[in-house]
């Protein structure tokens, strides 16, 4: 089978063109593979505790590529502040119901309805609700002692850290008003 994009001249380069307009996925892919195994490095070979490791990853992977926040860059950063803040205490909330089922499911019932429900309202908690529901799910699906939230916090922290300047300052993904500009 050939690819029609290659039958017409184009290539590899102009068949991802025609799926993905201005490399925006793929710059956002790019950035990932660069930044989330080096999170992950640096907290693995810094932090002995490997919960520090395991959260710098995963909150490298929510904040690179399961959310991306339309606006100026003051609107994405208090955004990428907002989900931060937000992820801080879904995963100390998640460490401390991890060890009890009953605790777990009512407790992720009540968080998924309010960052469903927080989407309604607002387009901004719209688009970071995948995000913010890994920020849960992960701590709870991982069942540890309230004694982990600390090491756990870390390693979102340092998730944070280096994850929201990549995202504000490494291929921003361009902010269009048409609206303004027409």
Do not use: E
Not at 81 to 99: E, K, M, P, Q, R
Not at 154 to 177: E, F, K, Q, R, Y
Request: proline letters at 7%.
């Amino acid at each position: 089978a050939t690819v029609p994009a290659a039958r017409s001249g184009q290539g590899a380069a102009g068949w991802i063109r025609a799926k993905d307009p201005g490399y925006l996925a793929v710059k956002r892919s790019v950035r990932a593979a660069v930044v989330m195994p080096a999170v992950f490095g640096f907290t693995h070979l810094v932090f002995p505790n490997s919960q520090v490791a395991l959260f710098g990853a995963f909150g490298s992977f929510a904040l690179l590529l399961l959310v991306d926040f339309p606006g100026r860059p003051r609107t994405k950063l208090v955004s990428y502040l907002a989900l931060f803040a937000v992820g801080s205490c879904f995963v100390a909330i998640g460490t401390v119901v991890s060890t009890d089922k009953v605790g777990a499911v009512v407790v992720m019932a009540v968080v998924g309805f309010c960052v469903l429900f927080a989407g309604i309202v607002s387009p901004q908690a719209a688009t970071g609700s995948t995000a913010a529901l890994l920020t849960f799910v992960l701590p709870v699906a991982v069942a540890q002692p309230a004694a982990a939230v600390g090491p756990r916090l870390v390693g979102w922290a340092v998730a944070g850290a280096v994850c929201i300047p990549a995202c504000l300052l490494v291929w921003p993904t361009p902010w269009h008003d048409d609206l303004r500009r027409r």
